[in-house]
């Protein structure tokens, strides 16, 4: 029986091989290092993108994303030409219910 293909193809393995530069996907976190759960709201058409990359690239969302935001933060002080320092701290804030 002939199996349909899928929309990567009929053989998962396909990828391997390719001419295209890979995408450079940081491997997930160090087990020792440790991550702050933020919830962001984001446009659904990105949640899917990345979704769609992150499967594609085989790797996690949380490392894509995380990957994402250090580059974009690495770009934006490269063109600022220095570091961005650090917010002052200020008392907890009650979050809001809007």
Known sequence: MKQSAT???????DFIGR??????????????????????RLPPEIVEKVADVAYTERC???ALVTQAIR???ARLEERRGET??????SKARVPSTL
Do not use: I
């Not at 929309?7 to 393995?13: D, E, R, T, V, Y």
């Open 7 to 13: 929309k990567m193809g009929a053989n998962p393995l």
């Open 19 to 40: 001419t295209q530069e890979p995408l450079r996907v940081v491997e997930s976190e160090p087990a020792q290092a440790t991550s702050v759960p933020k919830t962001y």
């Open 84 to 89: 961005y320092p650090p917010r002052p701290h």
């Open 71 to 73: 580059e974009l933060v």
């Open 60 to 62: 996690s969302v949380s």
